[in-house]
């Protein structure tokens, strides 16, 4: 059994997703952030970022494990499902994977705490980021005009980046013009266990959801 903190945010939700597409076992434990409980001690010795999602695996030794981008592997690997067939589309699974964490979040990321959030708006800046995400969308888009998935078969890449980019109309980023884009987040999209992922845990009501980015941004 999988002990599997989170909550409703596309980093959690990648897990989510991934667990309901491999049928594991898992108890969801659901971190409500607004109340800070993602940074008391008792959740800080498993993860010392002080954020979701973290995963304990009663299976293995009580293995921790916090870094959605981590823990997507691990769970890849534990099951053999989602990560390719062989070493080299492993490796390209996990540059776009790499392209994700280091990319398409972060920038995602403050493009939603500066066009949502911050009381004041920055315009340079809210510029900076939705470019810098619309540049990183324009990657995606040309990959995925020859492939269907980002590597091979659906694999953690297609998740950890799906989970993102279908959100992009709260971070103001529109892809009417990414057809490629399109197409792939619809593809997903109508995947059962993607479907069940994006609501797990459920997501509370637009003022909470806010509330919570204000949380976020106050630190
Ligand atoms: N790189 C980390 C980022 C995790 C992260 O930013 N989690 C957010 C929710 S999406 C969080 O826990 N925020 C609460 C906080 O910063 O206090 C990962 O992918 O796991």
Redesign the pocket.
Known sequence: MIDFYT?A????Q?ISIVLEEMSLPYKLIN?D?RA?E??TAEFLKMNP?????VIVDHDNDDFVL??????LVYLAEKTGLFYGQNEKQRYEILQWVMFQ?SGI??MM?QANVFHRYFPEKIEVVINRYQNEVKRLFGVLNSRLTDNEYLVGDYSIADIANWAWVRTHEWSGVETDDLPHLSRWIELIAARPAAEKGINIPPRGNAEQIVK?GQ??IQ?
Request: proline share 10%; glycine share 16%; net charge positive.
């Open positions: 909550a945010t596309p980093n959690g990648k971190v952030l800070e993602q940074k970022n002080g954020r979701i999602p916090f870094e959605s981008g981590a823990i964490m979040g972060p990321g919570s949380a976020i630190k």
